[in-house]
């Protein structure tokens, strides 16, 4: 008599199994009991039993139990003993793991058996039904057998609430084939004859014919030339055969990679997620009559081999080798999908060929349209590991990515040349590695480039009239420039164009953008410049200059009238004095170090009208820049050159300043 916890042997197990298990389970035992019969004619027969609850109209009932008739040995008494226990080694050289029974009440609440066998002089029928506590086999009963023959009939009833099953017979099936499909195509082996069916006979399939019968075209086998590989494990190497299947009208099923042991399907793993271009299905034409119609269709690549079956797990839902690295045993799971998925490129290796190029096409046309700076990296960097349908995010994302990984390989390879002790062991790499430090340097110009020229575009159209026929105001064109309120301790170098102005800008220690001087109410000018030149850059010295800038709206002239308040030439005199006279200070606290040669420069930005010009010449005495889209004036008793420039201008030197590099990149 058993004494086993089978509850919490049941909760036990292992994630990686499914409701179709225990139909396997329960099918193979049949096959093996019919090989031990030696039964040239053995057949399996399974019942699908629906629930007579009503559905929705015109939908299947749920699937509740199933019945498997087989014409096998029958539970003798060497039978009845190995399932009555645990871990039996009764079917060992056949794989068997002496646990499969417990897979069946994980999915189903009850498991019977109703068996007939030889026992000496006659037939003899046993029935019982699988424990749920501490014996495996309660119920027991043995009595003589009216039958003529041997077999058995094993009941799964009630499936558990929580697990589902598919409803229709077709894809109930195919979903068994897939699973035992080795049985069916294993080189001088015959399958059984295995049948499922609907209980009222409404419906009856043959799964052999799936593989065998030209008829049902639901799955079909791809010769490839090469379909064996080996890898070397911490012992010795081992050999693995891959056999490839299109399966025709997949649903929702994407191509996978099936480990095999002792012909039962162990894992399931997606192809897509070693060679992307599987992710979709294929199609291929077919012939009927006078019509061409396409079919869809995925790949599986089954693989066999002594390794996989020598570490299949107890519960037949994974493997004793680890899914990454394996240590131990020396070869993982995914080595072994990895050149298997090889294999099965060559079935579809034209439409998997097809399929990349259109990948690489997408990229490289992304880069020509939107990221120019990574043209010289596409053509070096691997894209076939890039999933397919990318949006533009994605890609770029990927390639900033593989821009990371390549500067790290760069600042590797610099710090190991920098160790190096000889003069000849730098000279030897010196030029190869300054090639990848200017590579990767030129993608970061290229973007740079481009997006000025981005700016540039924005910054043209922001002097147009917009739908209501005005022109942009004041600040629209300021935060192009420059963000308002804002100053270089909140804004990165990054985040402004002040090069739009003038490219010396960009070198500065501090920036005070629309902000008050001296903080409360105090005046503002639109921008303030502290300017550091790089190499005196740091320190608030009084050799160095300082810079402020106004702005003002496209087209706009009423500031030179005599009752106008902002006489943008004024304030920027006043914001000199004041600077000049110590009034004000730098974010740290300190006075803005003048002296009486600190050079001052202004800058009036606006559009030239004929008032404004008027304006310049007979009452501020400029005088104009030989272009005329600006003017100048020198003030030698404060130290301020002051120019006032057009719009127009400003965007006319910044697009000459920059056309070289845009002609350059082509944009």
């Known amino acids: 008599m058993s004494s086993v916890n089978i509850r919490r042997a049941v909760e036990n197990i292992k994630t990686g199994t499914t409701v179709y298990a225990p139909l396997v389970e329960v099918m193979i035992n049949g096959i093996q009991a019919i090989e031990s019969k030696n039964n040239k004619n053995g057949e399996i027969t399974i019942i699908v039993e629906r629930s007579n609850q009503l559905e929705i109209a015109g939908s299947l009932p749920t699937v509740k139990n199933f019945e498997m008739i087989d014409n096998g040995v029958g539970f003798t008494d060497e039978n009845r003993e190995s399932f009555d226990t645990l871990y039996s080694d009764y079917k060992i050289k056949d794989g068997g793991k002496g646990f499969g029974r417990f897979i069946c009440l994980k999915y189903f609440e009850n498991f019977s058996v109703d068996s007939v066998y030889e026992d000496g002089d006659g037939l003899k029928?046993?029935?019982?039904?699988?424990?749920?506590?501490?014996?495996?086999?309660?119920?027991?009963?043995?009595?003589?057998?009216?039958?003529?023959?041997?077999?058995?009939?094993?009941?799964?009833?009630?499936?558990?609430?929580?697990?589902?099953?598919?409803?229709?017979?077709?894809?109930?099936?195919?979903?068994?084939?897939?699973?035992?499909l080795p049985y069916f195509i294993t080189q001088d082996y015959a399958c059984p004859k295995i049948i499922i069916t609907e209980k009222d006979d409404s419906e009856s399939i043959v799964l052999n014919n799936y593989v065998n019968n030209e008829i049902s075209d639901a799955i079909r086998e791809v010769k490839v030339s090469e379909n064996t590989f080996s890898l070397q494990g911490n012992t010795s190497e081992h050999e693995f055969t891959v056999r490839v299947f299109k399966f025709f009208s997949p649903k929702q099923q994407k191509s996978k990679i099936s480990l095999v042991a002792h012909k039962r399907e162990v894992t399931s793993t997606a192809m897509h997620h070693y060679i992307p271009e599987f992710i979709d299905e294929f199609y291929e034409k077919k012939t009927s009559g006078n019509n061409n119609r396409e079919r869809n269709y995925i790949v599986k690549a089954y693989v066999f081999g002594d390794y996989l079956d020598s570490n299949v797990s107890l519960e037949r839902g994974g493997f004793e080798f680890q899914k990454n690295n394996d240590l131990i045993l020396g070869i993982s799971q995914s080595e072994i999908e990895q050149a298997a998925v090889s294999i099965a490129k060559k079935a579809v290796g034209d439409d998997i060929t097809t399929r990349q190029e259109k990948k690489k096409e997408r990229v490289k046309s992304y880069v020509e349209e939107y990221a120019p700076w990574h043209r010289e990296m596409i053509e070096a960097i691997d894209l076939s590991n890039m999933p397919c349908n990318l949006s533009n995010e994605d890609i770029e994302s990927k390639l900033q990515n593989e821009k990371y990984k390549q500067e790290v390989v760069i600042k590797q390879e610099v710090n190991q040349l920098l160790s190096e002790s000889s003069v000849e062991g730098i000279k030897k790499n010196i030029t190869k590695i300054v090639k990848k430090i200017s590579g990767n340097s030129k993608n970061d110009l290229i973007h740079y480039i481009a997006l000025r020229r981005n700016v540039l575009d924005i910054f043209k159209r922001s002097f147009e009239l917009d739908t209501n026929g005005k022109y942009s105001s004041e600040g629209v064109v300021h935060d192009i420039i420059f963000p308002r309120k804002s100053d270089t301790e909140t804004t990165s170098f990054e985040d402004h164009n002040l090069w739009i102005i003038d490219e010396r800008l960009n070198f500065t220690n501090y920036i005070s953008s629309d902000l008050p001087l001296n903080g409360g109410n105090s005046e503002r000018p639109d921008l303030l410049v502290y300017d550091q030149r790089v190499v005196f850059r740091g320190d608030n010295e009084a050799s160095n200059p300082v810079t402020i800038f106004e702005f003002k709206k496209p087209q706009r002239d009423d500031f030179v009238n005599p009752s106008s308040s902002e006489d943008p030439v004024q304030q920027i005199i006043r914001y000199v004095n004041s600077i000049r006279e110590g009034k004000y200070k730098t974010p740290q606290g300190r006075k803005i170090l003048v002296s009486d040669n600190t050079p001052f420069y202004g800058y009036v930005i606006c559009d030239l009208t004929a008032k404004v010009e008027k304006w310049l010449d007979k009452e501020k005495d400029f005088k104009p820049m030989p272009d005329r889209l600006g003017w100048f004036r020198w003030r030698e008793n404060i130290n301020l050159y002051i120019e006032v420039l057009s719009w127009d201008k400003v965007l006319q030197d910044a697009t000459m300043r920059n056309k070289i590099f845009f002609y350059k990149l082509g944009i």
Request: charged share 30%; glycine share 6%; hydrophobic share 30%.
């Open 125 to 180: 029928r046993r029935t019982f039904t699988m424990g749920k506590h501490n014996e495996i086999i309660v119920n027991e009963k043995i009595e003589p057998s009216e039958l003529t023959h041997t077999g058995s009939k094993i009941q799964l009833t009630s499936v558990k609430n929580g697990k589902s099953i598919d409803k229709t017979l077709k894809i109930i099936a195919k979903s068994i084939v897939e699973k035992i």
